[in-house]
């Protein structure tokens, strides 16, 4: 069973890698964020397939066991993600919002300089 | 002073009422600016007829969007003073005229009203003794600026505030936003009574809690 666990995990692991590439070749992922995701991806089977490494980080840190290591820095990152996606959505917002102002002042501009 | 006196009317489905607070206005400014933000009633029609200039979003972005959309209006067709008034008719005209002479008189930068300063503050209980303080003290926090209303829309910008002071909030954090601005650039302001009568609650709670998630997002976006 352990073994099919590893194996699904590595190819979804290979085929995010093989996205990161493509993201990163097409500009669409910066470099810190291509590194972000590498690292992330390899962690995450090196775990899986040796779970004595998220042991041995555990013990290190106080942490009485691997599993519960994994979940705190699984949260972590997760709040990280979406506070960037906040950080992500507001600039749109700042976009959209200095389009939408050009548009109605252009338009009223328009309307006083016709009448 | 010889400055344009130009009222900004941020609206958002305002039709019933924009008629009647364009009307009022025109007998105390010498422009009146609605800004319809994406409404999907007739306000921005209404608004015309009643005579004043319209800039339409095409999409609600929000209070602090329309008034800095009539900043850069007034700041584009000459500049002067500006008289942030809502669109839904809570703020009374006699207020402006009294919030001019104060501004002239007083030499400051920018006249702030105040719902706690004078005998008749129309405010729910509520809002009085609870979101009222929480308001202040998150106000303080960001801004280190103590005001007796934190966040009143009724505020008078003389030319050196409107030139110094661009709202990057959309939502109704830009009212925290514009005390950050006054400390920043050492603007001088006022505080004055005025009245406020509500049509309806206002900002709730939930509104306050978007507020302070808008204000901690908008730090890391300088």
Do not use: I, R, Y
């Given at each position: 069973m352990r073994i099919i666990f590893q194996l699904v995990i590595a190819f979804l692991a290979f085929s995010a890698l093989v996205s990161v590439a493509r993201k990163k070749r097409e500009n669409l992922l910066g470099p810190l964020g291509a590194f972000f995701w590498v690292v992330f991806w390899l962690a995450l089977v090196s775990i899986v397939s040796a779970p004595m490494i998220a042991q041995w980080f555990a013990d290190m840190i106080g942490i009485g066991r691997g599993v519960d290591l994994v979940m705190y820095v699984s949260i972590a990152v997760l709040f990280f993600v979406v506070f960037k996606l906040h950080i992500k959505i507001e600039g749109l917002k700042r976009d959209v919002t200095v389009v939408v102002r050009n548009q109605a002042l252009q338009s009223e501009e328009k309307g006083r300089t016709s009448s | 002073m010889n400055y344009m006196v130009r009222a900004i009317v941020p609206a958002y489905n305002e039709s019933e009422r924009i008629t009647g607070v364009v009307r009022s206005l025109r007998g105390v400014v010498d422009e009146v600016v609605v800004i319809?933000?994406?409404?999907?009633?007739?306000t921005a029609i209404r608004a015309r007829a009643a005579g004043a200039i319209v800039l339409v979003h095409s999409v609600n972005m929000g209070q602090g969007a329309a008034l800095e959309t009539g900043h850069e209006y007034v700041r584009r067709t000459g500049g002067g003073i500006v008289v942030h008034f809502d669109g839904?008719?809570?703020?009374?005209?006699?207020d402006i005229t009294r919030a001019l002479n104060v501004l002239g008189d007083s030499g400051s930068d920018i006249v702030l009203g105040s719902r706690?300063?004078?005998?008749s503050a129309h405010i729910p209980l509520i809002k009085r003794r609870v979101i009222h303080p929480l308001a202040r003290w998150v106000n303080y926090i960001f801004t280190r600026v103590v005001l007796t209303?934190?966040?009143?829309g009724f505020r008078v910008l003389g030319p050196r505030a409107l030139a110094e002071i661009r709202f990057?909030?959309?939502?109704?954090?830009h009212a925290t936003e514009i005390i950050e601005h006054i400390r920043e650039k050492g603007l001088r302001y006022v505080e004055i009574p005025v009245v406020v009568r509500y049509h309806e609650y206002g900002q709730k709670f939930r509104g306050g809690l978007t507020v302070i998630k808008d204000l901690i997002v908008g730090k890391f976006m300088k």
């Open positions: - | 319809d933000d994406g409404s999907t009633d007739d839904d008719g809570q703020f009374q005209v006699e706690f300063l004078g005998p209303d934190a966040h009143n990057t909030q959309n939502g109704m954090a």
